[in-house]
């Protein structure tokens, strides 16, 4: 598929001004792919009109040897048609490719038969234009594409506008993942300076320094301007789009109106509808390069200047020709109906009935691909006609755009639709729905903290649906009061809850109710085997969502209860079916897990690094977020970093008000923690006295062992029986922290275990302690060993990375600056790794070290850093 553009060149077929840096690396990464045939994924980025498809064309131009070209790009639709742009390649590749993305198979199905049309016997560039306006389906195709393109010799490239993603934004999310993977990389294509500018003005007799200054260098916006002629620089780049189209003929300008209402590329069967006779003038457009032709159909070379001309049709051509619009694509079979077009016309035409049929339609087909973010914006555009419709199809709509509300985690805007749906159900006396959107506000209201309305609901959701006769909407119930109630560690009510909802589902038939109440039992119970069994049969039984939660649950008890073999299992399998699913409040969940996991086996840079992930993803869920601040606070505090008292603060301003124990308890040892290694005694008690008496009503042998444990340490009186708490605990509150150590180094929690040893105090204990700190780089607690080991007369003490790093300007350690130093000559992990005779994973890690300690984010930033500090000096 060919997207040409404005290319920015010196001479009509010269070379592209200032982009020779970019040229070459993509030429080095496809040479990469021919020798290895390993895979690569590049990410191009700059503002819009900056030049990024001029580069890729020149690139492609320049290509060499033979080389398959699969080029398609994404359209600016109000909401994005899932897989969109995948539509066109799949039709050019055909196959199986072309079979799964026109049957509208999910986006791991998608990337397999991708993967297999990428192993040609051809290298194959295979390139995204615009990600920016993907929808959730694509952005997930290139997600899980990246796990596997390694095996592919494949070089993909995408390319985005950096300068419309606001931190919300989920390409902003996406490119966050995948920051340290070792086969994605990035390129950043510039605006044009000064004497670049300058340079293509002079043959025009144009003012080049008042041209920059009204275009920055804005690639784009310098062709437009020179392309229209005029004997004065333009204003806007508005006036220059308009003054080129202008030089057309009157029927060619009429087309470029039709053509600019359509935001994809039209086809010529829609165009010729649309334009009329005017269709005759097409050559003239193509010819001016206003417009171009692809496999996609007719469309302009450039968005900004199809946004241009749209601006420009008057508003009653502009509804006239969206009516056409609309009429052709409602004219096509039902099973080739366009439904993201549809709806787009339908709305911009103002044809409420076309939006009432086609909006609920688009969204149920973007839910069905995994894309709930487009389908939570298709209902919201029927729903701005609900005052419409029935309050009972009014409820329906709402109740369902809520679900995906649910599933991609914007709660006040699911909560304001379900509250909206209670009104309607209640405006009909309809008591068994009511009960219904009762249990779905008690399951919402509990994420974001507000567990006492969640729970007021939860039982009143029960006690109305208990007057009714026995159905699903109450073992449903009955299974939200259980999960209320295992929340607040209110274990014996849960399995009680649990089990009414597991029995009445079972006798009504409902296999997938009756297996969620089974696996609320297994959790509450701690029997991971009876959830590996019920995944199992919910996968088996067609219910990935329901599979996907019980991964969450089994991923969630196996953290808390430290068995990292099982965590580690289930973590895997559930971020792996989450993200195809396009479950974010699910996948956010697990990477919070997968941070504290991170941080129990002394990974802390992968901790802060995964935690870094959830926090700035900005979600309504608190319990990830809590989760995740206090692992990166505990990695800071454990290091010796500034930093941690701010996000210890904000996790216990989000914990606190909801009395639950799964988010107090973490944040009150975290809190703990950080008191006694300050020396902060009453820090301590403060910290962990309500939080204990919780944890003891609560029978949380986990939590309130490490709360009594931190009591201990800092000599505050305990009053627990040993049965009360977990096993490594109460070894060490019993007077047994060597055997509490050995306990927990089993459990690989190397912290704890030092923690332990230096409660132990003997002098071989404290060096154990200290060896495996300094492994850790626990700055601050290596320090106090250190100091009871010479108050105990030992001297010669390793001094241990600090001091090592303090030599450095860049606090890197020697190991770190060997990997820095070949990061800067453009190694990979892989290759670093062979190098030093290291493993994949600790470079990794090293890596993952570097950029935090460096304060960058990328590896281009880093071997800059590098540069500066003189440690790739004559690295090349």
């Not at 592919?152 to 989920?170: C, F, G, N, Q, W």
Request: aromatic share 4%.
């Amino acid at each position: 598929m060919i997207r040409p553009s404005v290319a920015v060149t010196s001479q009509p077929a010269g070379e592209l001004l200032e982009r020779a840096a970019q040229l070459e690396a993509l030429n080095a990464h496809l040479d990469s792919v021919r020798q290895k045939a390993q895979g690569r994924i590049v990410f191009v980025r700059g503002e819009a009109g900056v030049g990024k498809t001029a580069l890729l064309r020149r690139f492609f131009d320049s290509g060499g040897k033979p080389l398959r070209i699969l080029w398609g790009g994404c359209d600016p639709l109000f909401t994005p048609r899932p897989l969109g742009p995948l539509l066109a390649i799949a039709e050019e590749a055909g196959g199986e490719l072309a079979e799964v993305v026109q049957a509208g198979a999910k986006p791991h199905e998608v990337v397999a038969a991708l993967t297999r049309e990428l192993r040609g016997r051809t290298v194959t560039v295979f390139a995204l234009e615009d990600i920016h306006w993907a929808d959730e389906a694509t952005l997930d195709v290139l997600r899980l594409l990246a796990r596997r393109i390694e095996s592919v010799p494949s070089l993909v490239i995408a390319t985005y506008r950096d300068d419309e993603l606001d931190r919300k934004h989920p390409l902003r999310i996406m490119l966050g993942e995948l920051a340290t993977s070792p086969v994605v990389d990035r390129l950043k294509v510039a605006p044009l300076s000064l004497p670049a500018v300058a340079q293509l003005a002079e043959p025009f007799g144009v003012d080049g320094e008042e041209l920059f200054r009204k275009t920055s260098g804005n690639a784009f916006f310098v062709a437009e301007a020179l392309a229209a002629g005029a004997d004065e620089i333009p204003d806007t780049i508005r006036d220059a789009v308009l003054a080129r189209a202008a030089r057309l003929g009157s029927n060619a300008r009429r087309l470029l109106e039709a053509v600019a209402i359509v935001p994809h590329h039209a086809d010529v069967r829609l165009l010729t509808a649309l334009a009329g006779d005017v269709i005759e003038s097409l050559d003239e457009c193509l010819t001016s390069g206003m417009l171009v032709s692809d496999a996609a159909g007719i469309g302009f070379r450039h968005e900004l200047a199809r946004l241009a001309v749209e601006e420009s049709v008057a508003p009653n051509r502009r509804l006239d020709l969206h009516n056409k619009a609309l009429g052709v694509l409602a004219g096509q079979p039902h099973e080739a109906l366009d439904l993201d077009g549809l709806a787009h016309h339908a709305e911009a035409a103002g044809d409420v009935d076309a939006v009432m049929r086609f909006a609920p339609e688009a969204a149920v087909r973007a839910a069905s691909l995994g894309a709930h973010r487009e389908a939570a914006a298709h209902y919201a555009r029927a729903l701005k006609h609900g005052d419409l419709l029935s309050p009972a199809k009014r409820a329906d709509l709402l109740e369902r755009r809520a679900r995906e509300c649910f599933l991609i985690d914007q709660y006040d805007e699911g909560i304001a639709d379900l509250e909206q749906a209670l009104e309607c159900r209640r405006s009909t006396g309809d008591r068994l729905h009511e009960g219904d959107v009762l249990r779905r506000l008690s399951e919402f209201m509990w994420c974001p903290g507000r567990t006492t309305e969640a729970q007021r609901m939860a039982i009143e959701a029960v006690a109305l649906l208990e007057e009714l006769p026995p159905g699903r909407e109450l073992a449903l119930a009955y299974g939200n009061l259980a999960f209320i109630h295992a929340v607040a560690r209110r274990r014996d009510e849960s399995i009680a809850s649990a089990e009414r909802g597991s029995a009445l589902a079972e006798r009504i038939g409902d296999k997938d109710t009756h297996w969620a109440a089974e696996a609320r039992l297994a959790v509450t119970r701690g029997d991971l085997v009876r959830l590996t069994q019920i995944f199992e049969l919910a996968l088996a039984g067609g219910n990935a969502e329901l599979a996907s939660h019980v991964l969450d649950l089994a991923a969630e008890a196996a953290v808390n209860e430290h068995r990292h073999d099982d965590a580690h299992r289930f973590l895997e399998q559930g971020l792996a079916m989450s993200g195809e699913l396009g479950i974010e409040l699910t996948r956010l969940y697990e990477l919070s897990y997968r941070a504290r996991l991170e941080l129990e086996e002394g990974r802390w840079a992968d901790a802060a690094e995964t935690a870094a992930l959830v926090v700035r993803t900005p979600r309504t869920s608190t319990t990830p977020r809590i989760l995740s601040l206090v692992a990166l606070a505990l990695v800071r505090a454990r290091r010796g970093d500034p930093g941690h008292g701010e996000l210890l603060d904000e996790a216990w301003t989000l914990a606190e008000p909801t009395g639950e124990l799964p988010r107090i308890g973490p944040v009150a040892a975290a809190r703990a923690e950080v008191a006694w290694m300050g020396g902060d005694r009453e820090g301590v008690a403060t910290a962990t006295e309500a939080a204990l008496a919780l944890a003891i009503e609560r029978r949380s042998l986990w939590s309130a062992g490490e709360l009594a444990v931190w009591r201990g340490r800092a000599g505050l009186e305990i009053s627990i029986p040993l049965a009360s708490v977990a096993p490594p605990y109460a070894l060490e509150l019993d007077g047994k922290p060597g055997q509490a150590a050995e306990l927990w180094h089993e459990m690989g929690c190397p912290y704890e275990a030092s923690l332990a040893w230096l409660t132990a105090g003997d002098e071989a204990s404290l060096r154990r302690a200290l060896d495996e700190l300094h492994r850790l780089d626990a700055g601050p607690l290596s320090a106090m060993v250190a100091r009871r080991l010479r108050e105990r007369g030992v001297r010669g003490l390793p001094r241990g990375p600090r001091s090592a790093t303090r030599q450095n300007p860049g606090l890197l350690t020697a190991r770190e600056k060997e990997v820095l130093a070949l990061v800067a000559k453009g190694f990979r992990n892989s290759e670093i790794a062979s190098s030093l005779v290291l493993s994949p994973r600790t470079v990794d890690h090293h890596v993952a070290a570097i950029l935090r300690k460096l304060d960058v984010r990328t590896r281009a930033e880093a071997s800059a850093e590098a540069v500066r500090l003189g440690i790739a000096a004559g690295a090349g």
